[in-house]
């Protein structure tokens, strides 16, 4: 559909500052590090100020060497002296293997004095004391930051009294309500890290986002300086945006098998190519495509191509690792957990089978080609989706858009709320705590009181409860979770939020956790567990649900041309109904009644109206009323990703023909959590981009009723029904301020 050709670039070389450690210099020089690029010096001189800083420059480009170097160098030079511990740092990933392959980085240089130990749940009991009592830099990452170590800070004394550096790598992840979590950790952090001492320098490092600065700010809490302005060289790169072909009878092949034939293409002409799908099952249903094509070619060309295994286990790494290396391995079919775990260069090719999400996996994916400096091949395959697409289609909306706005909100109160009784449990809470927490933190805190989870004395709040706040509170929700239980053994595999529970792992479900399938047996919402068992039934289930939304408060309108456009507070009331079971191919087999209680969320929404008049003059008559909102709605969630770091599954959507609150018909837009994760605020503030979009992703598509690649939803509570394609394409127009 279109082929991109981005020009090489040279590096920016400088010299190393005058503060670098001679120990930590003369293992850099050891390892063939002579000078810096540009973006590394410009860290450096930041970090050696004092000052917080985010990298944010491209795959590839040496960010670890901006935060490891200042950090080593305070390692090695603070030897302990009698009684006392000497300086100490703290790095923190959003997985195990990346936190690994930086022990191994560490590892590498062998600066004296540095004691580098990784901390996870995978560490045996004996292990931890001694990183507890030795180590003086710690790799872990946020949940067992929560769970274990601020919790059981008085342990951690001696290493948080000499913390000077904590580190933050790919801090992008850390969106939506999960960056609210983590947020809300780092202040934690903050806190009780001052109560022994210590004021942390902050280094974060992420892909290229929108405005880095303001991101990482809002992550710590602190002002924080970005440095943005990549030195380091890239290879030219030939990018195309690939879509696959419509057959007679309108359908088309699947982004999957697509990329498959790509892999097998580019294996067979010797380019070492890594293809990226959406889920583990994808990648190895891709690496079986590609292999069943090479077998009819040469056999010996499909023992090249490879699956990438989830589970982050350091041997399946390091044994991809080697083969890539080697050119064993001349094909990779990998999920995006290659994106953050293990460490690959000198790729030729990368092809994505469907749009990542974000602009900023996009280019993290395809800076995975061309590491070696020479030039590179990135191919992006549309899936059968509506942002797919259109991007397929506005070449503009990639390569001349900047990256979306990373959305994170601190002041969630669903999310904030338990953070505070987590810190009043750690140390109690006094007056000038308030501050670091935010201004809704005071009221935050009289709910906690009349609950009873907090007491109120004249130093401050205190834990009122005998359990401990951490285990009713996961860093990737908001509010209770549903533990996942395995039938047979009683082992927990996993938990959902338990507003996701009635979906996800209803009675019946088939439920994908870390690549295996679950079939769930029962799900015992009074205790809060679903309970599966392990097996591919064959078919996929998909709950069946009716809403009804209530406005509680509109915080912002904005009158339009032909429409009101709101952004504001809603309750969103759902019960599921019922589930379908469906094949691979799509077929329907099966639908199946539950009986399940109504869950209400209060959450924030954007949701605009069209008076009834103004449908009928643009051709849109009462009978098609409910059916062009129903597909314009679909469209607008698929769309959103466009101007926000969400995905389809991170917001619902409901839509009425004459709703009791406006009294008009309205299509609605929410954040699927509570409180609310701010993309329904980043749609309403980039509305007309977002609607605009999407009017002309429905319109472009080639379909002619509607398909999954304009108006169908794969999440749709009501089947795909009423859905009106030309009718939703004349509610967005109606949306959009050219109009009238």
């Not at 906690?448 to 989870?453: F, P, S, W």
Request: net charge negative.
């Amino acid at each position: 559909m279109h082929v991109e050709h981005i020009p090489a670039r040279p590096a920016r070389l400088a010299q190393w500052p005058a503060e670098v450690s001679p120990a930590v210099l003369a293992a850099l020089l050891g390892a063939g590090i002579e000078r810096p690029w540009s973006h590394q010096r410009e860290a450096l001189d930041l970090v050696h100020a004092g000052e917080h800083v985010v990298l944010a420059t491209g795959t590839a480009s040496g960010k670890s060497l901006g935060y490891l170097v200042p950090l080593l160098g305070s390692l090695a030079d603070g030897a302990p002296a009698a009684g006392v511990r000497g300086p100490t740092a703290l790095y923190l990933s959003p997985t195990k293997a990346l936190a690994a392959d930086q022990l191994a980085r560490v590892d590498r240089l062998a600066v004296p004095g540095v004691r580098a130990a990784t901390y996870d749940g995978d560490t045996p009991p004996d292990e931890r004391r001694w990183v507890r009592e030795h180590a003086n830099l710690v790799l872990t990452n946020p949940d067992l930051l929560h769970h274990s170590l601020l919790p059981g800070h008085q342990r951690w004394s001696r290493f948080l009294r000499g913390l000077r550096y904590v580190v933050v790598d790919e801090c992008h992840v850390y969106r939506g309500v999960f960056g609210a979590h983590v947020a809300a950790v780092l202040r934690r952090l903050r806190r009780v890290a001052g109560r022994y001492g210590s004021t942390p320098t902050f280094v974060l490092a992420s892909a290229t986002v929108s405005d880095p600065a303001a991101h990482a700010s809002r992550l710590t809490g602190l002002p924080v300086h970005a440095v943005t302005n990549d030195g380091s060289p890239r290879g030219a790169m030939t990018f195309a945006l690939w879509e696959p072909a419509t057959g007679e009878d309108g359908s088309r092949r699947s982004a999957t098998t697509e990329a498959a034939d790509i892999l097998a293409d580019l294996v067979e002409r010797g380019v070492q190519t890594v293809a990226f799908a959406r889920s583990r099952a994808g990648s190895e249903a891709l690496a079986a495509g590609a292999r069943r094509r090479l077998e009819e070619l040469d056999p010996t060309l499909a023992e090249g191509v490879s699956a990438y295994r989830g589970g982050y286990l350091p041997q399946d790494r390091r044994l991809v690792e080697r083969g890539l290396r080697s050119g064993a391995v001349r094909g990779l079919a990998a999920t995006n957990a290659l994106e953050l775990g293990i460490d690959v260069s000198g790729l030729d090719a990368v092809v994505m089978a469907g749009w990542p999400g974000r602009r900023a996996s996009l280019w993290q994916q395809a800076g995975r080609a061309g590491r070696s400096g020479e030039d590179s091949l990135a191919v992006l395959v549309a899936a059968d989706d509506p942002l797919d697409s259109y991007l397929v289609r506005n070449p503009a909306a990639i390569f001349g858009a900047a990256v979306e706005s990373t959305v994170v909100d601190p002041d969630n109160p669903h999310v904030l709320a338990p953070h505070l009784a987590a810190a009043a449990a750690e140390l109690p809470l006094a007056e000038a705590d308030l501050e670091l927490f935010g201004p809704s933190s005071r009221r935050l805190l009289d709910v906690l009181v009349e609950g009873g989870i907090l007491r109120r004395r004249p130093t401050g709040w205190f834990w009122a409860r005998e359990d401990r706040p951490t285990d009713h509170l996961s860093l990737r929700g908001a509010g209770e979770v549903v533990a996942v239980v395995e039938t047979r053994t009683g082992r927990v595999i996993g938990t959902v939020d338990e507003a996701s529970s009635h979906t996800q792992v209803h009675t019946g479900a088939v439920h994908v956790h870390q690549g295996d399938t679950w079939v769930v047996t029962n799900l015992d919402l009074e205790a809060r567990a679903a309970h599966a068992v392990r097996g591919d039934p064959g078919w996929s289930t998909s709950a069946q649900s009716v809403s009804r939304f209530d406005l509680l408060a509109a915080e912002r309108t904005t009158r339009r041309a032909r429409v009101d456009v709101t952004f504001g507070t809603v309750r969103v009331t759902t019960q599921v109904t019922g589930f379908m079971r469906r094949l691979p191919s799509g077929e329907v087999i099966g639908t199946h009644p539950l009986d399940l209680p109504e869950h209400a969320l209060t959450t924030k929404a954007v949701w605009w109206t069209v008076p009834e008049e103004v449908l009928e003059a643009a051709g849109v008559g009462a009978p098609d009323v409910p059916g062009a909102l129903h597909a314009a709605e679909h469209a607008a969630i698929g769309m959103l990703p466009l101007v926000a770091t969400s995905d389809r599954w991170d917001v619902g959507g409901v839509s009425t023909a004459l709703h009791p609150d406006t009294g008009l018909p309205t299509v609605m837009v929410y954040d699927g959590y509570p409180g609310g994760a701010g993309f329904a605020e980043r749609a309403f503030e980039a509305f007309e981009a977002w609607v605009g979009a999407t009017r002309d992703a429905v319109l472009g598509c080639p379909c002619r009723s509607g398909c999954p690649a304009c108006v169908q939803s794969p999440k749709c509570g009501n089947g795909n029904e009423p859905l009106d394609k030309a009718g939703a394409v004349t509610v967005l127009e109606l949306a959009l301020a050219s109009v009238g």
